[in-house]
């Protein structure tokens, strides 16, 4: 992302934590959703969980199991001034993870979105094979995404991988935009043309970053996509909020729909008003626990990064927050499956979410 000034030179593994669900669940509810779709009804399809007489409201979950990496899990290559902004996905027997950095002779000079794999979170991710994470997405001279390409949130559906990333032409007001690149393995990709969400300009603020910072979930056939837009209506002064497009169609191209106060509606265009915010940060993270039949959004708070769950259709939070404690200096990446949901606990795929995280925590 480009506009505040901020670049991080580490990135660190945060915590584990085990949320004790309430209800139970079949298996229908945590199997993954990457190789097949649903019927797509409003708030992303009708929930496979044994149906309650309420659905649940501010409950309060239990953590434990908590852990920490000892050290850095992950970093760019010689020359690379910074390492932020991370999305992670679980695909077969491996972790894989896609970052912002500056890689000197990637391509023009600015942001460049770089690879990296481990056989687990705990790292230490290389590029395929071995050795420094190669740069696989850079400025493409000319376009909207000329100079930057950053922020990246990768979902895998039906074999095909979705790259969704900040791009902007220069350090110019309000120039940040979303794209969309598709790859059939992950590192090398094809770019759609042009951004595919663009800011609203409801209002103009101090902050001029634009459109950005998204993160990509698929649910019941559903493309679900969480940004951040500082012309936003429902905005914070500072710019900050986190607005919902969804769509069937991975580019946002057509039969779009918006969050609103009373769930999702059809807009004409992706740079509709931004009447609605789920959550009052920058650089979140969005996934979906079948356990909870709720999504999770991570974002950074005062006391660490804060987990706010919003029920299928945004309009409630079934649950209290929980917070992963310790140092922050960028939003974090949640560990997901390819489709954005969260990984099943193998020991109690019911009654325990596994929450990792991979955030920056160190300046320089």
């Not at 994470?133 to 100079?147: E, I, K, R």
């Not at 930057?148 to 309000?174: E, F, R």
């Amino acid at each position: 992302m480009r506009s505040f000034g901020r670049r991080f030179g580490a990135l660190l593994l945060a915590g584990i934590l085990g949320a004790a669900v309430l209800s139970g669940c079949s298996s229908g509810t945590t199997r993954t959703q990457a190789e097949g779709s649903g019927d797509g009804g409003l708030g992303g399809g009708k929930p496979s969980a044994a149906p309650s007489s309420a659905a649940p409201r501010d409950v309060a979950l239990k953590t434990g199991q908590p852990r920490e990496s000892g050290g850095v899990v992950a970093a760019g290559g010689p020359g690379a001034p910074y390492n932020y902004g991370p999305t992670v996905m679980i695909d077969g027997g491996r972790t894989r993870m896609w970052w912002c950095s500056q890689y000197p002779n990637a391509g023009p000079p600015g942001d460049d979105i770089i690879y990296g794999e481990a056989a687990s979170v705990d790292g230490p991710f290389t590029g395929p094979g071995g050795g420094v994470p190669p740069a696989v997405l850079s400025g493409n001279p000319g376009q909207f995404d000329g100079a930057h390409t950053c922020d990246p949130s990768v979902v895998k559906v039906n074999g095909t991988y979705y790259l969704y990333y900040t791009g902007a032409a220069g350090d110019h007001a309000l120039g940040n935009a979303i794209g969309l690149a598709t790859s059939a393995d992950g590192i090398t990709w094809t770019r759609s043309p042009g951004p595919i969400v663009t800011p609203s300009h409801d209002v103009h603020r101090d902050n001029l970053y634009g459109a950005g910072q998204p993160s990509v979930v698929f649910l019941d056939g559903w493309f679900y996509l969480m940004f951040t837009d500082t012309t936003g209506r429902a905005a914070g002064w500072n710019g900050a909020g986190q607005f919902v497009l969804r769509a069937k169609d991975p580019s946002f191209s057509s039969d779009v729909e918006a969050l609103g106060d009373k769930g999702f509606f059809a807009v004409s265009g992706n740079a509709a008003p931004r009447t609605t915010s789920v959550v009052d940060a920058f650089s979140a993270d969005l996934m979906w626990v079948d356990a909870l039949n709720a999504f999770a959004i991570a974002h950074e708070t005062q006391d660490g990064t804060t987990i706010t769950f919003r029920n299928r259709d945004f309009t409630g939070s079934p649950y209290q927050p929980i917070v992963l404690p310790g140092a922050w200096r960028e939003g974090p990446g949640l560990v997901r499956t390819p489709d954005g949901h969260a990984p099943v606990a193998a020991d109690d795929p019911c009654g325990r979410v596994p929450i990792d995280l991979v955030r920056a925590t160190v300046l320089g």
